[in-house]
């Protein structure tokens, strides 16, 4: 065998000892929500994943019977600090004991990836005054236990906080929350965090169907409209990214925390469309294409949700974002890796 064949066999046989962890770690991710009836085990919705080929995992609160599943699974995950106990975390010792609890003793064999320090806390909420002061506890606590290379703390926001998102290179923070968001983003850009964002062309659908094709929204759009965008995820995308701009956070990147389609309940939410959401998101966001302001590269996106959620609050629509249902079966022919 010649060097240079030699040479090649040994790259194939590196690549493919690597092969598992390299696909996981480019891996679509996928939000975990329990507000549901006749769930699956923790333990079974993590074999799910794996079967799958779903790298990534999103759960919004501390769930130990989650965390102890997801050991040994080289699963990355978000976790949430659960809304009601975000105010506790502005006492530093509590952070501590937070971390202490829910991170610590799992993070050698769980791949933590992100906190998020709130989920779609508005400026006018009572909670805004809190996010801060526990981001910065939380962060403090995950350096004391030697984990800050390995876990980032952010928050997720929604497409609320922005203005004039349209067209994108317009998008700006909003008066009301400017003030709330700003030193958000001074503290992800000194740790060197990504802002979380959900973001959902449903809604925007949904709410302005007068002046947003369904083509447009579903990525089945052919060629580009008159600002250069041919969907609408990137338009928003991208609106986002030119807020940050506009306030010197033009390197600050952004990870999409949730964004799906229903399957019913609402204007376009059927299953035919769902369908077509996600797989084309899956291929859009895995593509290396990026956004047209973010060129090149894989979008990180975790799509909302693994199942129905029977018990979830508000519209009819919330109760369907499902992509299984709760005897484990897919909802939709798509390929996740």
Sequence with gaps: MSAISLLLLVGILVLSSIG????????????????????????????????????R?????????????????????ILDVAKETLQSLTDANV????????????SQDVKFKYIAVGNE????DNEAQYILPAMQNIQNAISSSNLQGQIKVSTAIDSSL????????????????????????????????????????YFAY??????????????????DNDVGYQNLFDAMLDSIYAALEKVGASNLE????????????????????????????INHAKGGSGTPKRPGGPIETYL??????????????????????PDKAAKYQVNFN
Excluded at 37 to 43: A, E, K, T, V
Excluded at 206 to 223: K, M, P, R
């Design 20 to 55: 598992p962890e390299f696909t996981a770690a480019q891996a679509i991710g996928v939000c975990y929500g329990v507000n549901g009836g006749n769930l699956p085990s923790r333990q079974e919705v993590v074999d799910l994943y794996k079967t799958n080929g779903i790298g």
């Design 206 to 223: 949904a709410n302005n169907q007068q002046s947003i094709s369904l083509a447009y929204a579903l990525f089945t759009q052919q060629g």
């Design 121 to 124: 806390i508005h400026p006018g």
């Design 57 to 77: 995992m999103r759960i919004y609160y501390p769930d130990e019977d989650a965390l102890k599943a997801l050991r040994g699974s080289n699963i990355e995950l």
């Design 162 to 201: 922005i203005d004039k998102s349209y067209p994108p290179n317009d998008g700006i923070f909003s008066d009301n929350a400017s003030p709330y968001i700003k030193p958000i983003i001074s503290f992800l850009v000194n740790n060197g965090a990504p802002l979380l964002a959900n973001v959902y062309p």
């Design 254 to 281: 952004i990870v999409v925390s949730e964004s799906g389609w229903p399957s019913e309940g609402g204007d376009g939410a059927t299953n035919e469309n769902a369908a077509t959401y996600y797989a084309n998101l």
């Design 304 to 325: 909302f949700a693994m199942f129905d959620e029977n018990k979830k609050p508000g519209a009819e629509t919330e109760r369907h974002f499902g992509l299984f249902s």
């Design 95 to 106: 952070a501590t004991d937070w971390v202490n609890k829910y991170v610590t003793p799992y």
